[in-house]
């Protein structure tokens, strides 16, 4: 159950400098801003669902994670004091539902900034700037968990596919990529990957292998 709480204005603004120039003031909204604090494995929002607010977290810590077809479950970064949420931000900005869940992973203490104030605050030059660059920030790591959820399995597979069909491989790369199930541009990534490693030379549909035995440890690589 979410409970309300007293709370110093000091210890917002020192977690989120940029709201010392925001109008309406902290001050002028502390009436209706009030923090909530929730247990452990709260889910704070939904995935597809609308989005409520915009959650400035005071302690602890929220995870943000995208549902699977086959229920799992993929965790794209967390929430701690100080830092934003690209999700609510990104549902803020343009009207439409949530592309995550939020979950706390221990008892935690935050604002959550109704719609309409924070499109007030996104106007001040330093509340705009810290929610754009939180954008760059996730981003970056969002890429990088792209990368290796597409990556870290695939790169095994493709080098066990290659294995075992001679040296020279008569193959389009899209041939490659309807056998592992993906799409040819990864596939293509994989490959480029490997040529500059020296354990294949890429032609017009064509594949030589160069380094066998560095082919093998990679697939063996999976199996420790």
């Not at 604090?37 to 994670?65: H, M, R, W, Y």
């Not at 290796?148 to 899209?174: E, M, S, Y």
Request: proline share 5%; aromatic share 6%.
């Amino acid at each position: 159950m979410m409970t309300e709480l007293d709370w110093p204005m000091a210890q917002v603004t020192d977690l989120y400098p940029s709201l010392k120039e925001v109008q309406p003031s902290l001050a002028d909204v502390s009436a209706v801003l009030q923090p909530m604090t929730v247990p452990a494995d709260t889910v704070l929002f939904s995935e597809n669902a609308a989005c409520q607010g915009f959650p400035l977290v005071l302690d602890g810590e929220i995870k943000v994670s995208r549902h699977s077809g086959d229920g799992r479950s993929l965790e794209l970064y967390r929430v701690v004091p100080g830092e934003l949420c690209l999700v609510s931000s990104a549902s803020l900005f343009r009207p439409q539902p949530l592309s995550a869940f939020g979950i706390t992973t221990r008892p935690s203490t935050f604002l959550l900034v109704r719609p309409d104030l924070f499109k007030r605050w996104i106007e001040t030059p330093a509340f705009r700037n810290d929610v754009l660059g939180l954008f760059a920030e996730r981003m970056s790591d969002l890429t990088a968990l792209v990368d290796a959820v597409a990556f870290h399995k695939l790169d095994r597979r493709l080098a066990a596919a290659l294995l075992g069909r001679g040296q020279q491989l008569n193959i389009t790369h899209q041939a490659l990529a309807d056998e592992l199930g993906t799409v040819r541009e990864i596939v293509t990534r994989l490959l480029r990957r490997f040529e500059r490693e020296g354990w294949v030379a890429l032609g017009r549909e064509q594949i030589t292998i160069v380094n066998s035995a560095a082919l093998r440890a990679l697939v063996s690589s999976s199996l420790n």
